[in-house]
């Protein structure tokens, strides 16, 4: 069994829908149990608790949102030290494409870096000239059926990290993975 949290901010809904696609990806991997929760509501011990973080926040100014700076900041600090080794990934809703979404993303991964995360990016493609390589980003809301699938191919690809470096299940691997994630499936 995985434990996967799922930790994120949203002041208008759209990386809250973000964060419903990434836990339904990261729950098709069997056997994981996911966490879905905010940074008002999730403690230092749903750290701890975890195998793999997705963290998500709206793009503010190009970066992630104060409230999960100081999430990091105030909560995650207790734990500085005591959690290294666990996988990590960003997802992140900016207003437009170009506005910084993946400059948020690389802003968190910088904080899970500093606790000692494995962050990861994701090499697939999931539609049409869309792809999650520094995490999964939208303008807005997911809206289209490879948006909705960036954010769940972010989510299944931690699950999947944790399922074969955590549990040693080699069938888990991308690389052995059924469905599409070369470009040239979408042309
Ligand atoms: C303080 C603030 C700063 C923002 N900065 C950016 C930005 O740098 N780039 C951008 O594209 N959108 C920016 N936005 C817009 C939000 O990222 C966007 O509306 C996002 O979809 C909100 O996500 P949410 O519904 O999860 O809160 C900003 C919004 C706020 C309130």
Excluded at 45 to 53: A, F, H, K, P
Excluded at 92 to 103: F, K, P, R
Aim: net charge neutral.
């Amino acid at each position: 069994m995985g434990n996967i949290l799922i930790l994120y901010h949203s002041n208008t809904g759209n990386t809250a829908k973000m964060a419903d696609f990434v836990a339904e990806g990261a729950a098709s991997v069997s056997g994981m149990e996911i966490r879905k929760l905010t940074t008002d509501e999730a403690t230092a011990d749903d750290l701890q608790w975890c195998d793999g973080i997705a963290l998500g926040s709206p793009t503010n100014m190009g970066s992630m949102a104060w409230k999960v700076k100081k999430w990091w900041d105030t909560e995650a600090i207790k734990k500085w030290l005591e959690i290294d080794g666990k996988f990590a990934c960003a997802f992140s809703s900016s207003a437009g494409w170009g506005g910084g979404n993946e400059t948020a993303c690389n802003a968190m991964a910088t904080v899970l870096l500093n606790f000692g995360f494995l962050y990861f990016g994701v090499t697939d493609y999931v539609g049409k000239g869309l792809t999650p390589h520094y995490g999964a980003v939208i303008a807005g809301e997911p809206r289209e059926e490879k948006e909705k699938e960036s954010c769940r191919r972010l989510g299944r690809r931690l699950s999947e990290w944790v399922g074969y470096y955590r549990e040693g299940r080699a069938e888990l691997h991308p690389n052995k993975a059924r469905y599409p994630r070369d470009p040239k499936s979408f042309e």
